[in-house]
């Protein structure tokens, strides 16, 4: 390289560097991408480019990924480090033709023909400048592809206007050993090589930009020109005895309340005013699995996204979280109470459709959503909606709603011809901003309305609430598991497309229930749910410190050495760092009694706390089973836990939406930790002397949840015959007399849901059938009361005594 050329290169790299913020997907290419330092790298980027290197050099510089710049250094033999698939398109005539480019694969592959150690790693890299997708009329169609394909004078007035929305994306690495190996070294392997990388290239543009925007209004005159839409319009004007003109300006209103209007000119400021939100929130937003869906992506498939639902923060940030991870937000399912101004057109242009509560038996209305969705998936729009329907009030997942799952099976139902793919995800907050609210709501006071100046109050309270958590479960293919349900769909579909299967009602019921679950397998345990899981198993709320880090290091280990699922994630750090972070969220109280400190949550906002034990009450179920068993009923054999536990967690199951698949293993694993942390005489089930405190907190964290039992099994016990209402409504009862005499306060030990829907397994395990299944029923009646402690027990049975001498 002449000095000349080192002068130039350099001053254009400043210059750019003045210009320019660059965004690197993924963040970490070492943890996300099979790279390996210790092989040999190049870079195969789509077109030749100066400015494309610089900001890929200033990229891999901050990385410690070689220089593009810097030769590949083979035996004796100095070659690029970057391979072109084509040349630099001029301002004028045409580029260069193809062979050069071509020629540096086969020098790449041809090294690996003579050296049979040699395997070098060609990482696809695809820079972005700006990410329009461009509008589906022809004039906006072809400025994207000039902006895909530009000259140097459009290059340059690209990263004079959008050099602060640059992005640089790294994909996984071919090895060009397996290559050479599998297909030889020939030009022919050079060509297919290049075909292979365009077509990456291309699908890799269509992840990051997302498809062409529709024109709204050409998009409402072809919806209502749809069969489906014709047929529900004049139904409705037979229906309502009016004219089908009148009928279709009611669709189109009904449009209108509900269509999205994208605009990437809002999410291009939207993201530097959350970026500015975000860094005064939180601090720091750890992401796991983003990869997978990107893959997802990547692959082709038609990606609906279902979170759990904590807070209005959770649309925002995970719109936000995807445009960095290099995917496209999502169109949002979002109520019809958000639809005011100024939040609705700004929601609407940031992607949101508008749901109306219920359809309430609207034939029209209902014809009209259902198309629009099924636009949204023939256009390859990724989707999200909250399956639980609302946000949840007690930090536990709610029961499902499965309006919006079902339409989206009879989307598939249809035809699609993309696999269509349920990402479940899980949000986890160390704060909830709304957490004092939901109280409130749960205590009686009535839901306000969302208004401006709902968010104006909301934005007066922004302060340090901690670190968020964005984990993304195990994808659910729709197609594989309407296959799995019934095999014979298509072939069903395909003679009576307008009959509604009879399996389908409880396919998607199923459906609902696997999406929950896999939200809560990639559960996040944050700092602050594990200090108040602790914390709330004692009676006073309160722990030593050093009691407090040692039970917090015990949790620890156990859920990084026995996990519940790969999916989840743990809060980083040992007990004394986690304790040191709940204190600085001003969570918890710390007083010196001249013995040392102790920790402890104020009586004011015990409850409060509730909501953060309950997001990962389901990671330690077992476990705290476990050790209830070893230490109150003494259970003497691994046979024997294998044969009580099961059968309380298929309640567990219905009430956490646990998914645990091989629970004998996942017992002998905790079985294992608590040994090896010296909390079982080695080779038996006994705990030992420094085992009963801790193993005793374990145990509590299902105190509750066993009280619960206790009462419905009591019950069933005394009444064999009692309905299901009865049931729900008597367990009620008996829980607000026991916890008001043994001060239990957690919101969702009263929540008349959760009795409802234990009553709903409990019919499905065969537990409400009278006298014919009396003797299972004493036997789970036995076990509860077994694992009380002697006070609670004693509540229950004095209570049904009373009640039935009543």
């Given at each position: 390289?002449?000095?000349?050329?080192?002068?130039?290169?350099?001053?254009?790299?400043?210059?750019?560097?003045?210009?320019?913020?660059?965004?690197?997907?993924?963040?970490?290419?070492?943890?996300?991408?099979?790279?390996?330092?210790?092989?040999?790298?190049?870079?195969?980027?789509?077109?030749?480019?100066?400015?494309?290197?610089?900001?890929?050099?200033?990229?891999?510089?901050?990385?410690?990924?070689?220089?593009?710049?810097?030769?590949?250094?083979?035996?004796?033999?100095?070659?690029?480090?970057?391979?072109?698939?084509?040349?630099?398109?001029?301002?004028?005539?045409?580029?260069?033709?193809?062979?050069?480019?071509?020629?540096?694969?086969?020098?790449?592959?041809?090294?690996?023909?003579?050296?049979?150690?040699?395997?070098?790693?060609?990482?696809?890299?695809?820079?972005?400048?700006?990410?329009?997708?461009?509008?589906?009329?022809?004039?906006?169609?072809?400025?994207?592809?000039?902006?895909?394909?530009?000259?140097?004078?459009?290059?340059?007035?690209?990263?004079?206007?959008?050099?602060?929305?640059?992005?640089?994306?790294?994909?996984?690495?071919?090895?060009?050993?397996?290559?050479?190996?599998?297909?030889?070294?020939?030009?022919?392997?050079?060509?297919?090589?290049?075909?292979?990388?365009?077509?990456?290239?291309?699908?890799?543009?269509?992840?990051?930009?997302?498809?062409?925007?529709?024109?709204?209004?050409?998009?409402?005159?072809?919806?209502?020109?749809?069969?489906?839409?014709?047929?529900?319009?004049?139904?409705?004007?037979?229906?309502?005895?009016?004219?089908?003109?009148?009928?279709?300006?009611?669709?189109?209103?009904?449009?209108?309340?509900?269509?999205?209007?994208?605009?990437?000119?809002?999410?291009?400021?939207?993201?530097?005013?959350?970026?500015?939100?975000?860094?005064?929130?939180?601090?720091?937003?750890?992401?796991?699995?983003?990869?997978?869906?990107?893959?997802?992506?990547?692959?082709?498939?038609?990606?609906?996204?279902?979170?759990?639902?904590?807070?209005?923060?959770?649309?925002?940030?995970l719109s936000y979280l995807l445009y960095f991870e290099g995917m496209v937000p999502p169109h949002i399912a979002a109520g019809i109470n958000l639809n005011f101004w100024p939040a609705g057109p700004l929601f609407r242009r940031g992607g949101a459709f508008f749901i109306r509560r219920s359809f309430n038996g609207n034939k029209l209305y209902t014809a009209v959503f259902k198309e629009y969705l099924d636009q949204l998936f023939a256009k390859g729009y990724s989707v999200e909606y909250f399956?639980?329907?609302?946000?949840?009030?007690?930090?536990?997942?709610?029961?499902?709603?499965?309006?919006?799952?079902?339409?989206?099976?009879?989307?598939?139902?249809?035809?699609?011809?993309?696999?269509?793919?349920?990402?479940?995800?899980?949000?986890?907050?160390?704060?909830?901003?709304?957490?004092?609210?939901?109280?409130?709501?749960?205590?009686?006071?009535?839901?306000?309305k969302e208004s401006v100046w709902q968010v104006l109050g909301a934005v007066r309270k922004l302060g340090n609430f901690g670190r968020v958590y964005v984990n993304f479960g195990e994808p659910i293919n729709l197609q594989s598991f309407l296959t799995a349900a019934a095999p014979d769909w298509r072939d069903e579909m395909s003679a009576e497309p307008d009959q509604k299967p009879v399996w389908l009602t409880p396919m998607v019921n199923n459906l609902a229930s696997r999406v929950m679950t896999?939200?809560?397998?990639?559960?996040?345990?944050?700092?602050?749910?594990?200090?108040?899981?602790?914390?709330?198993?004692?009676?006073?709320?309160?722990?030593?410190?050093?009691?407090?880090?040692?039970?917090?290091?015990?949790?620890?280990?156990?859920?990084?050495?026995?996990?519940?699922?790969?999916?989840?994630?743990?809060?980083?750090?040992?007990?004394?760092?986690?304790?040191?972070?709940?204190?600085?969220?001003?969570?918890?109280?710390?007083?010196?009694?001249?013995?040392?400190?102790?920790?402890?949550?104020?009586?004011?906002?015990?409850?409060?706390?509730?909501?953060?034990?309950?997001?990962?009450?389901?990671?330690?179920?077992?476990?705290?089973?476990?050790?209830?068993?070893?230490?109150?009923?003494?259970?003497?054999?691994?046979?024997?836990?294998?044969?009580?536990?099961?059968?309380?967690?298929?309640?567990?199951?219905?009430?956490?939406?646990?998914?645990?698949?091989?629970?004998?293993?996942?017992?002998?694993?905790?079985?294992?930790?608590?040994?090896?942390?010296?909390?079982?005489?080695?080779?038996?089930?006994?705990?030992?002397?420094?085992?009963?405190?801790?193993?005793?907190?374990?145990?509590?964290?299902?105190?509750?949840?066993?009280?619960?039992?206790?009462?419905?099994?009591?019950?069933?016990?005394?009444?064999?015959?009692?309905?299901?209402?009865?049931?729900?409504?008597?367990?009620?009862?008996?829980?607000?007399?026991?916890?008001?005499?043994?001060?239990?306060?957690?919101?969702?030990?009263?929540?008349?849901?959760?009795?409802?829907?234990?009553?709903?397994?409990?019919?499905?395990?065969?537990?409400?059938?009278?006298?014919?299944?009396?003797?299972?029923?004493?036997?789970?009646?036995?076990?509860?009361?077994?694992?009380?402690?002697?006070?609670?027990?004693?509540?229950?049975?004095?209570?049904?005594?009373?009640?039935?001498?009543?």
């Open positions: 390289m002449s000095k000349q050329d080192s002068i130039w290169r350099t001053s254009l790299r400043w210059l750019q560097r003045q210009l320019v913020h660059t965004v690197v997907v993924p963040q970490d290419p070492f943890t996300d991408l099979n790279l390996d330092p210790s092989k040999p790298m190049a870079y195969v980027v789509k077109t030749e480019s100066l400015s494309d290197i610089a900001a890929l050099a200033d990229v891999t510089d901050k990385l410690g990924l070689p220089s593009p710049y810097a030769p590949l250094v083979v035996g004796d033999e100095h070659l690029p480090r970057v391979v072109c698939l084509e040349g630099a398109k001029p301002l004028f005539g045409s580029r260069k033709g193809i062979l050069p480019f071509l020629n540096s694969f086969t020098q790449l592959l041809n090294l690996h023909k003579s050296d049979r150690s040699l395997d070098i790693q060609l990482v696809p890299v695809s820079l972005y400048w700006g990410r329009t997708p461009g509008k589906e009329d022809d004039s906006m169609r072809a400025a994207v592809f000039e902006r895909e394909n530009p000259t140097w004078l459009r290059k340059f007035l690209m990263i004079l206007f959008l050099g602060r929305d640059n992005f640089v994306q790294f994909s996984n690495a071919v090895s060009l050993r397996f290559m050479a190996d599998e297909h030889g070294t020939d030009q022919a392997i050079a060509h297919k090589l290049s075909r292979v990388a365009r077509v990456h290239f291309r699908r890799q543009r269509k992840v990051m930009t997302g498809p062409v925007l529709p024109n709204r209004q050409a998009l409402f005159a072809d919806l209502l020109q749809s069969e489906n839409l014709i047929k529900a319009i004049k139904e409705e004007a037979d229906s309502k005895k009016s004219t089908e003109i009148e009928a279709r300006s009611q669709a189109e209103a009904y449009l209108d309340e509900i269509a999205a209007d994208y605009s990437d000119s809002l999410i291009r400021v939207s993201k530097r005013l959350l970026t500015l939100l975000w860094h005064k929130l939180y601090r720091g937003i750890s992401i796991r699995g983003a990869e997978h869906v990107r893959q997802l992506h990547h692959d082709g498939h038609e990606i609906v996204y279902v979170p759990c639902h904590r807070s209005h923060m959770d649309y925002l940030l399956t639980e329907g609302g946000r949840s009030r007690t930090g536990r997942l709610l029961s499902p709603k499965t309006g919006m799952l079902a339409m989206t099976v009879n989307s598939v139902l249809r035809g699609i011809d993309r696999p269509v793919t349920l990402v479940p995800v899980y949000l986890g907050y160390d704060h909830v901003m709304e957490v004092a609210t939901y109280l409130k709501e749960l205590s009686g006071r009535k839901k306000q896999h939200i809560n397998d990639a559960a996040a345990a944050t700092s602050v749910a594990l200090i108040s899981l602790v914390l709330l198993s004692t009676k006073q709320h309160a722990l030593a410190r050093k009691t407090l880090e040692a039970q917090l290091d015990f949790y620890l280990d156990l859920l990084q050495q026995v996990p519940y699922t790969s999916y989840g994630s743990v809060a980083e750090g040992d007990g004394h760092e986690l304790l040191r972070q709940g204190i600085e969220l001003n969570k918890f109280c710390v007083d010196n009694d001249g013995l040392g400190d102790i920790v402890s949550i104020d009586e004011k906002v015990a409850i409060t706390m509730t909501y953060y034990r309950n997001n990962v009450l389901h990671l330690f179920a077992i476990p705290a089973l476990v050790a209830s068993c070893l230490l109150r009923a003494e259970l003497s054999s691994r046979e024997q836990l294998r044969d009580v536990l099961p059968k309380f967690f298929a309640l567990l199951q219905a009430e956490l939406f646990m998914g645990q698949k091989a629970l004998p293993h996942y017992i002998d694993a905790i079985l294992q930790r608590f040994e090896a942390a010296g909390y079982l005489t080695p080779g038996t089930l006994k705990v030992t002397e420094s085992g009963i405190n801790t193993l005793g907190l374990l145990a509590e964290t299902m105190g509750e949840t066993l009280q619960r039992y206790a009462i419905i099994f009591n019950l069933l016990s005394a009444h064999p015959e009692i309905e299901r209402g009865d049931l729900e409504s008597e367990s009620h009862l008996l829980a607000s007399r026991l916890g008001a005499l043994h001060g239990i306060t957690a919101p969702e030990f009263y929540d008349k849901k959760l009795y409802a829907m234990l009553s709903i397994r409990l019919k499905e395990l065969g537990y409400l059938c009278g006298s014919d299944n009396q003797q299972a029923i004493h036997q789970m009646r036995d076990y509860t009361n077994l694992l009380l402690r002697p006070e609670i027990r004693k509540t229950i049975e004095d209570s049904i005594q009373i009640r039935q001498e009543s």
